[in-house]
């Protein structure tokens, strides 16, 4: 196996001795799977077969739990065996369980809005038109906050940039709870999405902090069924609050949540960030460490090797360069199908209140209820997509894994591994849940036009919500797999830089999202619900054909993107 270089823009570091123990913050030692740090000197790898190490590793778990990568240890000449990361699986879950609460934020902030519309509208002398703007601006920060708190989660820390975010967003309730008027509801409404929006991404660095792509789609699943809670009860509470106590009560209501979730992060959610907390065997100090910590000490010891290099400096350039991730070409067709799915449900979403409650005659507290089976199939699809994603990653890796003659016990070296088709493992089960999303959108309109379905206005018989509810529940739960398959590709593509990565994501998909909320009550009172929905399912079936490319040619255009780093 040849030596690697190191990555770009990095001052010349002296080479790692055999005896001594890389520092996993050094840049002698480089990502193999997302975050993981491999040696760089070949005979590390060598000789491993030589001198076979104790499988309990530094933290006690087995080697299903967590993949390794060869070190060498301060007393001993041969190498021993260092997890990825030395948390166990049940803190893992704990500090997904940490960042999925904070995710459930902005999902939560945005439906919780929905069934206080008509609320809002006669409390501030506004149209439910104008109103609607306010989640449409909603949308659009929801976009592009992440692309600012991103780079800064990346280059700063992943805790530091939670306590930021979540601050803005108490400021923002606050303000929201205090408004009177339409002009200050937009202005908060703006600050409170550049507040919330960011948890998603930062949440999903934190996540590839401390996990393996083999069971990063678990963790990732249950990451978005947690935060997507907010998306099924949001509404719910929303109709709640606004029927017995009005609507300025939601943002009382949402900064209680939001001081306790803050609370839970200074207490015990701990630096994750590999540059700053290497495996988790660095100490801690500071803003890095949470208030409670004794048991992450237990796993602390100074590190060997080089001094870390300086965090880097916050630029302009910093913020705008996840923005290159665009410019590759299995990205902006992955994202570009993604942003058709969002925006589509996102339209689904966003004029339910407008379709059902007039039409069945239902109170506030009604049309939340009626948001419960978008919200309940977003939480069953993002985790059962989840554990299909681990599914379909192993089965993957066992092909590529029998192709090449090797064996779990003797695993690809690194440079078969950046050849496992990670693409294809992610989008492996993507086609049928297109079909399913297609066919469902294309009959929602007519579902609720038809009188075969639901009844005439004067009628005002709830029954005729059945039909219409189904196919939410369909368009929900397939959009929202869809969601987490690209979150989790977006993860693997760029190792290191999952919140940026993410960030780029929400970007796309949201700012899209804006334009077809903004534009979908003008196309349902033009033409109606059941050819609007139509043309947006036909829009679907044209974007099909970038999936298709990135199937055939992503893995490609991964590896020529891999081998063009490894050469600067």
């Known amino acids: ?246 609507f300025h009560a939601i943002f009382w209501f949402l900064f209680i949540l939001g001081s306790i979730c803050l609370l839970s992060i200074l207490l015990f959610l701990p630096e994750t960030l590999r540059r700053i907390a290497g495996n988790g065997t660095i100490p801690l100090t500071g803003i890095n460490r949470p208030f409670i910590s004794g048991a992450l000490s237990h796993h602390w010891h100074a590190p060997r090797g080089s001094p870390p290099l300086p965090p880097p400096k916050i630029t302009a350039k910093t913020i705008l360069a996840p923005l290159r991730f665009l410019g590759e070409k299995d990205v902006l067709a992955t994202l570009s199908f993604g942003a058709a799915v969002y925006t589509i449900w996102s339209m689904v979403t966003s004029s339910t209140t407008a379709l059902f409650q007039p039409r069945f005659g239902l109170t506030d507290l009604q049309t939340g209820l009626i948001f419960l089976p978008n919200g309940l199939a977003c939480v069953l699809g993002s985790i059962i997509t989840g554990r299909i994603l681990d599914r379909d990653y192993k089965l993957m890796e066992a092909r590529f894994v029998s192709s090449h003659q090797n064996t779990p016990e003797t695993p690809p070296d690194h440079h078969n591994k950046n050849q496992l088709p990670v693409t294809r493992a992610r989008l492996r089960s993507a086609w049928y849940l297109v079909i399913i999303f297609i066919s469902a959108v294309a009959g929602y309109g007519f579902a609720i036009d038809s009188p075969h379905f639901a009844p005439l206005p004067e009628d005002n018989e709830k029954r005729g919500m059945v039909v219409p509810l189904m196919l939410q529940f369909a368009i929900a739960f397939t959009a929202t797999a869809v969601f987490t398959q690209n979150s989790a590709l977006m993860v693997d593509l760029y190792p290191g830089a999952g919140a940026s990565a993410t960030a780029v994501n929400n970007l796309v998909r949201c700012s899209v999202g804006a334009v077809g909320v903004a534009v979908v009550q003008f196309g349902i009172d033009g033409v109606g619900a059941g050819i609007t929905f139509l043309l947006c399912a036909l829009v679907v079936v044209g974007m099909v054909p970038l999936l298709v490319l990135v199937w055939v040619y992503g893995e490609a255009w991964r590896r020529r993107r891999l081998e063009r780093e490894e050469k600067v």
């Open 1 to 246: 196996m040849e030596n690697r270089t190191s990555p770009p823009n990095t001052e010349s570091t002296p080479a790692v001795p055999d005896a001594s123990l890389p520092n996993p913050l050094s840049r002698d030692a480089e990502p193999s799977e997302p975050g993981n740090y491999r040696p760089r000197l070949s005979s590390f790898i060598r000789s491993k077969q030589e001198n076979p190490v104790d499988e309990k590793g530094i933290s006690g778990e087995s080697d299903t739990d967590t993949e390794r990568a060869e070190v060498a240890t301060p007393d001993e000449k041969t190498p021993a065996e260092q997890p990825y990361h030395v948390f166990s699986r049940r803190k893992k879950w704990e500090l997904v369980l940490i960042v999925s609460l904070a995710g459930l934020f902005s999902p939560l902030s945005s439906n919780i809005y929905f069934p206080a519309l008509g609320a809002i509208a006669k409390a501030t002398s506004t149209s439910i038109a104008l109103v609607s703007l306010t989640v449409t601006v909603y949308m659009a920060v929801q976009g592009l906050a992440p692309s600012f708190w991103g780079p800064i989660s990346d280059t700063r820390g992943r805790r530091v940039t939670f306590i930021g975010t979540l601050s803005v967003y108490l400021v923002a309730n606050i303000g929201l709870a205090c408004s009177r008027d339409f002009a200050t509801l937009m202005v908060f409404r703006a600050i409170q999405a550049a507040g919330s929006a960011a948890t998603i991404s930062v949440g999903a660095g934190v996540i590839g902090d401390i996990t393996t792509a083999k069971e990063r789609g678990g963790f990732m699943g249950s990451f978005g069924g947690i935060r997507m809670l907010g998306q099924s009860i949001g509404p719910v509470i929303g109709g709640i609050i606004t029927e017995y106590f009005g």
